[in-house]
């Protein structure tokens, strides 16, 4: 079945520092890919949709300078918080659509900690 | 703007004890209901995808029904390692694919 890979799965930064997640289509290629973010005991919320090739699309509210997000091919798409702080600490979640019946398919998620 | 309202919060079932959890949900033309679990630390695994209302999927212990308003999914003879919470998600019809979740239901099995 469709497999999205990301990592890493855990990461401390010190603030003011800038840290990269991968999310890695496996068997699948994937135009759209999706992050997510995630604070406990609340629902999964979209942060921004990358396009393969072209610019992201960001959610209301979400800083684009300090979300960076590449989709350089057609099974990687990279997001990079940027200047981090305590507040950006949280659960963050990328998926893909595989194009077939399975709905979407998500990555194992990335604990971001800034200290 | 899309809602997705999950119902209970929280669930606490004895083993073998069957139950439903609940999706309300509103969505100006529904494409798809989607339903996962997720164990702690851990991205969503997708469940389910109902699409018409009178749609049923079942899976194992799980059962997903769909109707005009809400979804349920129903646990029958639930086992400790059903433990976890279900996610309830919608996606309209237009837009650019997104998906919107709700809180979800904690779901857990004593032995």
């Known amino acids: 079945g469709a497999v999205v890979s990301q990592h890493p799965s855990r990461v401390i930064c010190k603030s003011g520092t800038s840290v990269k997640i991968e999310c890695r289509s496996l068997?699948?290629?994937?135009?759209?890919m999706f992050w997510y973010r995630q604070f406990p005991k609340q629902s999964l919320m979209l942060m921004a949709t990358?396009?393969?090739?072209?610019?992201?699309?960001?959610e209301q509210g979400v800083e684009k300078d300090k979300f960076l997000i590449n989709h350089a091919s057609l099974t990687l798409s990279t997001l990079t918080v940027t200047s981090a702080h305590p507040e950006d600490s949280s659960f963050y979640i990328c998926?893909?659509?595989?194009?077939?019946?399975?709905?979407?398919?998500f990555g194992s998620g990335t604990r971001l900690t800034v200290v | 703007e899309d809602q997705v309202t999950q119902s209970p919060e929280a669930l606490r079932l004895q083993e073998g004890e069957s139950s439903s959890l609940n999706c309300s949900y509103t969505?100006?033309?529904?494409?798809?209901l989607f339903w996962y679990r997720q164990d702690p630390g851990k991205g969503p695994e997708f469940l389910f995808t109902?699409?018409?209302a009178g749609e049923e999927k079942e899976k194992e212990r799980l059962k997903a029904t769909l109707t005009k308003k809400e979804s349920f999914l129903h646990i029958t003879a639930p086992k400790p390692e059903d433990s976890a919470t279900y996610l309830c998600?919608?996606?309209?019809?237009?837009?650019?694919?997104?998906?919107?979740f709700g809180i979800g239901t904690k779901l857990q099995v004593i032995p």
């Open positions: 998926s893909a659509r595989d194009g077939g019946n399975r709905g979407y398919t």
């Open positions: 068997d699948f290629q994937a135009t759209t």
């Open positions: 990358s396009n393969e090739g072209s610019k992201a699309t960001y």
């Open positions: 969505v100006s033309g529904l494409r798809g």
């Open positions: 109902l699409y018409s």
């Open positions: 998600a919608v996606q309209a019809y237009g837009g650019y694919q997104k998906v919107t």
